[in-house]
Each structure stands twice: as C-alpha cells, then as structure tokens.
C-alpha cells in the first residue's frame, strides 16, 4: 500500500488542489494514478523517531482522488 507522506489526514485533506506527497511501496509496479483513486496510508510521525524508516504501523487510511496530478478529494 502506497505511503502517504502527511502527519494526518486533516493536513491531507488541507493539500486537496495540490501535488500528492507520497512514497511507493509496491514491488509489483506504481500504484500511484495521475487520474483516477487509489489507497494509501501513513506512517506515524513522532519527535521521537523522526526519520521515516524508524517509523512504524499506521495512523490512517484514505482513498485518494486524483485529476491532473492533483490531489481532487479524499475519503
């Protein structure tokens, strides 16, 4: 499942007209679509760890929107 690069879905929700910030996880080929939805999630941020392979399990899901290579609605 794709990584979505936001602290939480409120501050996703806020890049909604924006670039998706995300990482890709799959090794069967790109998930991420220029138009259309997919599924992501993230990983938790903490001051503690800050650095993205320290950081474990997930905060959230979302299905992500895109058109244009923006980010059009989130769910």
Do not use: H, W
């Not at 993230?42 to 929107?65: D, I």
């Amino acid at each position: 499942m794709m990584i979505l690069n936001y602290k939480s879905k409120k501050q996703l929700k806020e890049s909604i007209g924006e670039s998706l910030d995300y990482t890709e996880t799959s090794m069967f080929g790109d998930e991420y679509k220029s138009d259309g939805s997919f599924c992501g999630c993230n990983r938790p941020y903490s001051p503690e760890y800050p650095k993205f392979e320290q950081r474990k399990g997930r905060e959230f899901f979302a299905e992500v929107t895109m058109q244009n290579n923006k980010i059009r609605g989130i769910k």
